[in-house]
């Protein structure tokens, strides 16, 4: 049984940095595509960020770009979200998903697996 599980969210000031982790059990990342989404109470689900193992294509959303860095590591099964910058609108859910390969990656509907999330909240 596949799952993924997220982690390094929490509380920080704007401005500050975060990076998350995303742990594979029950398959490998390698091949695959690694995606991380987030969502706001009362928002859509929004697709921030990409990449695809085989090869390090990335792709970010875009309301990502410049402060999202997206990166893995095969070995680890683990795939990674830096954040700098923060901003208050970036407080969300941010949740990390997997699948074949990175076509159409921001539809969320197209991932067939994912993590249970991980807060972040920026606030001063």
């Known amino acids: 049984q596949v799952h993924l599980v997220e982690s390094g969210g929490g509380s920080v000031q704007p401005g500050g940095s975060l990076k998350l982790s995303c742990v594979a059990s029950?398959?490998?990342?390698?091949?695959?595509?690694m995606a991380w989404f987030r969502q706001a109470p009362g928002k859509e689900r929004e697709g921030v960020a990409a990449?695809?193992?085989?090869?390090?294509?990335?792709s970010t959303g875009a309301s990502a770009k410049g402060r999202f860095t997206v990166s893995h590591d095969n070995a680890k099964d683990t795939g990674y979200l830096q954040i700098d910058t923060l901003k208050p609108e970036d407080t969300a859910t941010y949740y990390c998903?997997?699948?074949?390969?990175?076509?159409?990656?921001?539809?969320?509907?197209?991932?067939?697996?994912w993590g249970q999330g991980t807060q972040v909240t920026v606030s001063s």
């Open positions: 998903a997997l699948k074949p390969g990175c076509n159409m990656w921001p539809e969320a509907d197209r991932f067939t697996y």
């Open positions: 029950g398959t490998t990342i390698s091949g695959k595509c």
């Open positions: 990449i695809e193992t085989s090869d390090g294509w990335t």
